[in-house]
């Protein structure tokens, strides 16, 4: 039960996987491969397979070391030659900085998972810093986008989209302070959890229940899961070590 997180990050992943072999293609905005790609189907099957490996190593015990780490190759591969050059092109374009920080979230989830099975202390660290900061741009998001946000609120929920727009834009940014404070690290870490599962009951889980699902909505659901799992991974890390 201490490393739950470590499983549902790696459960996640594989999903992730799942969705590329079963689509042939990959993640959509969240892997921006041009579709002139030579081999490009190919590469997503491969790719696919390799996320779907990893996740369920992540998930047994002599193999979540290297599930974890070629986990947080593939998140920051995705970082370094999807999203970088988007960000060279368009610098000052903060959704494109909000799509690094998706992987980059993801590739500092598998950082810490890594460091929670070999106990590095130090990858660990370099990790939470990596997935504070990927929280402010994330709540920076909310705050300039709030319109678009507050269009995936539930009609229903009160008091109404723009609040909680910006109300989870807010969350996001005091979580990512702590985890970089230390302050109330731990508490925050576990809120932004228990927050990324409502989004995933409240927003994204009605996607495939509303009809025939589609691989956006796949994808989406995926995503969310992986960084409930990553922010579930980053809790358990700040747990007190036992004497």
């Avoid at 002599?62 to 920051?76: D, I, K, P, Q, S």
């Avoid at 609120?153 to 970089?180: D, E, N, Q, R, S």
Wanted: glycine share 10%; with cysteine; charged share 10%.
């Amino acid at each position: 039960m201490r490393n739950l997180g470590l499983h549902v990050y790696g459960l996640a992943a594989a999903a992730l996987g799942a969705i590329a072999l079963a689509w042939g293609d990959f993640a959509l905005v969240w892997q921006p491969v041009p579709a002139d790609l030579p081999g490009r189907t190919i590469l997503a099957y491969v790719t696919g397979a390799l996320l779907l490996l990893a996740g369920l190593a992540v998930n047994w015990k002599r193999t979540a070391r290297y599930g974890a780490a070629v986990l947080t190759v593939l998140f920051m591969l995705d970082v370094l030659l999807l999203h970088g050059p988007l960000v060279a092109a368009r610098p000052f374009n903060l959704g494109v900085w909000g799509g690094v920080g998706e992987q980059l979230a993801l590739a500092a989830g598998g950082a810490i998972a890594y460091a929670s099975v070999t106990g590095s202390q130090d990858i660990a660290r370099i990790g939470r810093i990596a997935f504070g900061l990927c929280l402010l741009v994330f709540g920076a998001e909310h705050f300039r986008y709030a319109a678009e946000t507050s269009a995936m609120v539930p009609k229903w929920l009160p008091p109404g989209g723009i609040f909680w727009a910006y109300a989870t834009g807010a969350a996001h940014v005091a979580a990512g302070l702590a985890i970089l404070s230390g302050i109330q690290a731990r508490l925050a870490a576990v809120l932004l959890t228990a927050m990324f599962a409502i989004f995933a009951v409240l927003v994204h889980a009605p996607l495939l229940l509303a009809g025939a699902p589609s691989h956006l909505h796949w994808v989406m659901n995926a995503m969310n899961l992986a960084l409930t799992g990553a922010a579930w991974v980053v809790a358990d890390s700040l747990r007190p070590q036992p004497r």
